[in-house]
């Protein structure tokens, strides 16, 4: 029986253990340079899983350069270069407000294959918003930690604790947002981009009324980028900026609230018209968690619709509004509770392993004194590209 089991209780993904153990037996130089790996069946029955889960395992080691394929003939290792000796030692903490969230356990999870590969100890120590951010992250540096990577909820609460960490030269890197009155080392997606590229395919699609959804989050850099995109976009193809189009939720981007809709279902016909005058016909949603509530509650929206034109005896009336959705999301397929014409594809994984090397870097010394500002593209996937 084989010893490469993944453990199937483990909370990371089986690809990424199968990738983990791959690049440990090559590290180790079972598989030197030049070798082949066991065919892609052989691995199925070594650490019992599906081709699916190796052929993943397999693209990490290939994107990270350890491993080529060849057509016809299969998978080879590579020369690599090892760690540097001088992290075995290393500690660093991971800083982050609810591991639970999907897209931030994808940052640690990207983070801890970096680390995994580098022999450095990865502590995931959890942070509230304000004092309780400040607490622990003075916490970890009074425990001697050599870095930390942090993404946080309170960047433009926090500011003099950030500025207090460069003075002291203490190493970390942001991710995903930063403190704009403190240069610090960070990580970010082009989120402005993406705002304005998502808008752009609206407006190429004729929509020239489009919504805005910015959550609850609007001191994160990351929403502001992205509303900054989409006003650009806006202005740049001649439609004027209209606050009252960025909105809290979709019965405020219809000219609604929950209660004056369901007062006004005695005149149907009245209500959808009135709707589809004022209504935006697209949405671009901050994240796919709001765009998820924004779909539910449309379909919500239509089904009272459907049922006050019954009970009011109304016929030949279509109660759907035909709003489209943008968002951008680290999911790469869509749930179906949530049909979007596009999105923009943020990996959290790719976020969490850059901002690990660029910290390795600020720690070994190979960065000027100068931050550094790592800024990673998005892909824009239109409804045509995406899995169904």
């Known amino acids: 029986m084989s010893n490469y089991k993944v453990d199937a209780d483990a909370p990371l993904p089986r690809y990424y253990q199968v ?4 690049e440990e037996r090559i590290r180790s130089g079972e598989f030197a340079p030049g070798d082949a790996l066991p065919s892609e069946r052989q691995l199925v029955l070594d650490y019992g899983v599906s081709r699916i889960t190796i052929v993943k395992a397999l693209d990490l080691l290939v994107r990270d350069k350890l491993v080529e394929r060849q057509h016809g003939r299969g998978n080879f290792v590579v020369e690599h270069n090892d760690p540097s000796p001088c992290m075995e030692d290393c ?3 991971f800083c982050v407000p609810t591991p639970s969230e999907s897209y931030i ?3 640690l999870m990207g983070a801890t294959r970096i680390a995994m590969r580098n022999r450095i100890q990865l502590q995931v120590v959890a942070v509230d918003v304000d004092a309780e951010e400040v607490k622990a992250v003075r916490d970890v540096v009074s425990s001697e930690a050599d870095g930390m990577i942090l993404f946080s909820r309170s960047t433009h609460l926090n500011a003099a604790l950030y500025a207090e960490l460069e003075e002291k030269h203490f190493p970390f890197v942001m991710i995903d947002r930063y403190c704009p009155k403190v240069p610090t080392d960070r990580v970010l997606f082009d989120d402005e981009l993406a705002g304005y590229q998502l808008t752009e395919l609206l407006i190429s699609r004729g929509h020239r009324r489009i919504a805005a959804l910015p959550g609850a989050e609007v001191f994160a850099t990351s929403v502001r980028d992205r509303l900054c995109g989409y006003r650009k976009a806006l202005e740049n ?7 009252h189009l960025v909105c809290g939720s979709v019965y405020e981007a219809l000219g609604l609230s929950r209660e004056s809709f369901l007062a006004s279902r005695d005149a149907p016909v009245e209500l959808i018209q009135r709707i589809r005058e004022f209504a935006p016909t697209a949405i671009f949603s901050i994240n796919n968690y709001l ?5 539910l509650n449309l379909m919500q929206i239509q089904m009272e619709l459907l049922q006050a034109l ?7 009336v279509n ?5 489209a959705i943008v968002t951008i999301t680290h999911k790469k397929s869509l749930p179906n509770s949530a049909p979007c014409v596009a999105l923009a594809l943020q990996p959290g994984e790719l976020l969490g392993e850059k901002a690990m090397e660029l910290l390795i870097s600020r720690i070994n010394g190979t960065l000027s004194n100068h931050p550094g500002a790592v800024v990673l593209p998005m892909e824009i996937v239109p409804s045509g590209s995406l899995p169904r």
Do not use: C, K, W
């Open 19 to 22: 990738s983990v153990s791959l």
């Open 91 to 93: 500690r660093i903490a």
């Open 105 to 107: 356990f994808s940052t």
């Open 237 to 243: 193809h001649g439609i004027a900026y209209d606050a």
């Open 291 to 295: 765009a998820e509530d924004a779909h």
């Open 310 to 316: 019954v009970d009011h005896h109304v016929q030949g």
């Open 319 to 323: 109660p759907e509004l035909n709003i």
